[in-house]
């Protein structure tokens, strides 16, 4: 099974009064570094969203128009890919920094199209999932358009298997949760 991975680092950080969250550092790492870690198994990894703090030889890409949501970058990530395509997409919000403590979980779990991660209060992580990546492709072509199209549009045709994960889904959207993250990781 080969596995190629899509990071999403573009949203506009408005609980954060618009401060680029993968610049974040938690425990001496950034969260992009922390996020890119986890993908660290991946045959590729595209970066979607802000370029600062990427390495240079990483794949990158942008949704259009910026800041279109999610499913958008989403969309633009998969089209970066190298070809021939993997078999799986792993999909990482670059702002939960334990994600990594997933990862392995969510490649060996999967249902008919994949696996995601259920957060400690029993919410579903689209965002931190494994998509078998023709069930995305087909997903995503079967939506009218991917601009500002919710993640609930594109996962709805989806079986997916639900991972409880733990702590790996906590993530930085507020200052409050960077500085409860910033703690843990101290």
Request: hydrophobic letters at 50%; proline letters at 6%; a negative charge.
């Amino acid at each position: 099974m080969t596995v190629d991975a899509i990071v999403l680092t573009g949203g506009r950080g408005s609980r954060l009064g618009g401060a680029d969250k993968g610049a974040l550092t938690l425990g001496g790492r950034t969260l992009l570094a922390r996020t890119l870690a986890a993908a660290s198994s991946a045959r590729a990894t595209v970066v979607v969203g802000a370029r600062d703090g990427i390495p240079e030889d990483m794949l990158t890409a942008r949704e259009e128009p910026p800041f279109a949501g999610p499913v958008a970058a989403i969309a633009a990530g998969l089209a970066a890919l190298p070809s021939p395509p993997a078999d799986r997409v792993l999909v990482l919000a670059c702002d939960m920094p334990f994600a990594a403590e997933a990862v392995g979980e969510l490649l060996a779990g999967g249902g008919a199209d994949g696996a995601w991660a259920v957060d400690q209060e029993g919410r579903e992580q689209p965002l931190l999932a494994v998509y078998r990546r023709d069930a995305l492709a087909g997903a995503l072509d079967a939506l009218d358009s991917v601009v500002n199209a919710p993640m609930r549009a594109l996962t709805a045709t989806l079986t997916m298997t639900p991972i409880a994960v733990g702590r790996a889904a906590l993530d930085a959207d507020t200052w409050d949760d960077v500085e409860r993250l910033r703690k843990e990781l101290s």
